[in-house]
């Protein structure tokens, strides 16, 4: 249909624009929308947090020693690579939602799968599968939030996500810690088929994301999607300018993977990509799936371990939804420049704590602390803009695979350090473990401060245009200059 329209650029969108009928029910679509990418996000931090609790008995029934423990607690991950690689083709050629329906159901047939593993290769390989799901869904679901939400809503709807993987972290060690004497690790691990499915209902029913339409139909197509989604005919006819300004200026040599080598696109690369390194390298992954061991290791005894891991999970959930609902407020740039230099004091704390092998009364009681503090730092500013950034960077034209690398650089730091931390433990010890993360910490607030600049505030169009015209850069908020 959108070929009968006129050439003249306004004549076309307001044409598109008197086709359009604002949705009432704009804010209900976008939390349905919202509920759906949280569930996603819980399984993704279920799935991943409920080897925290299951690895104890999966250790018994296996046998399992060190190195086979971080192979079985590391296998998702790996899956989780390949996830995010491969959904970045079939988020493009199939759409977002579309990916996102696939994914809900890779996450209950996996899950049951891994359940059912009768040995410990086939657990191995169904937690892969597993992976992928996982992988897959921290590639598309924040992409498809970010394009689906008003500029000024953005950050808050797609830490959304950051929220529900705490609070599947808090679901799956409270079961862990909870039910470890009543469910075995198999009942634990396939109760997340139930959620899967109510994704994949959910999903049914939303729209797509009207960028993605854009690119693949045009902008009558578009605005059609983007009236289930917006109140009034000023909300889509402002986007409609903004998506159609980025369309003209695309470029085939920029499409797809391709657009990623662009010199312009460069600094957003790695802004994204570092932030997500050092999201992951900074051990805060480690923590989750491994604080039970560590504090086993270092005297604790197994329920104290247990509980301890509640008390983690619960931290990152609790702060990332304070971080959630202030990111748009803060800025995504200052929230990890004043929240990183915690986490290096609470690791060096914590080495010093294990160092001196204190496991009772004061001692402990300040082991647990530091602990928690790191948790507190970390889970409330890296961590939260590390998934953001990720969502909002990249064009248009190549942000189905550049969301993919992303995800994959995220995945792929948190399998080195999931994969080798408790060799490093067993090779130096866990207080020269905890100082080596403590600086690791550091060089991110170094990285932060001279490569990501502000984009709250700013539309995914903004910051596109201000990549473009080289203003993309940490003096500036790019929200002000756009």
Known sequence: MQDTCPNDRNARIDLA?????????????????????????????????????????????????????????????????????????????????????????????????????????VLIITRIVLGMAVGASTQVVPMYISELAPHDRRGTLVTVFNV???????????????????????????VAAIPAGIVFTVMLFMPYSPRWIAEKQGLFEAAQTLQKVRSSHGEIRHELTQIDDIERTVKSDAMGWRGITQPWVRPALVAALGVAFFTQCGGLEMMIYYSPTFLLNAGFGRNAALLSSVGVALVYALVTLAGCLLIDRIGRRRLMLVMIP????????????????????????????????????NSGGIQICGWLLGAELFPLE??????????????????VV???????????????TMWIYASINLLSFIFVFFFVPETAGASLEDIENALRNKKFSKEFNIKQIS
């Open 17 to 121: 624009v008197k086709a359009t009928q604002p949705s009432p029910n704009a804010g209900i679509v976008l939390a349905a929308a919202s509920i759906a990418a949280a569930i996603c996000g819980g399984l993704y931090g279920y799935d991943t947090g409920i080897i925290s609790g299951a690895l104890l008995s999966m250790t018994s029934e296996f046998h399992l020693d060190h190195q086979m423990q971080e192979i079985v607690a590391a296998a998702i991950l790996a899956g989780a690579v390949i996830g995010a690689l491969l959904s970045s083709w079939s988020s493009e050629r199939f759409g977002r939602k579309h990916t996102i329906l696939a994914v809900a159901a890779l996450f209950a047939v996996g899950a049951v799968a891994c359940g059912l593993a009768p040995t410990v290769d």
């Open 164 to 190: 529900a993987i705490g609070a599947g972290i808090v679901f799956a060690n409270i079961i862990g810690f909870g039910l470890h004497e009543v469910w075995t690790w198999r009942s634990m691990v396939m």
């Open 398 to 415: 190549m942000r189905g695979p550049a969301t993919a690398l992303h995800a994959a650089t995220l995945w792929g730091s948190n399998l």
């Open 342 to 377: 915690g986490s290096v004091l609470s690791l060096i704390g914590l080495g010093i704590m294990f160092a001196l092998d204190t496991h009772g009364g004061l001692g402990g009681i300040m082991t647990i602390l530091c602990l928690l503090l790191f948790m507190m730092f």
């Open 418 to 432: 999931t994969g080798t931390a408790l060799s490093v433990v067993n090779a130096v010890g866990l207080g020269v």
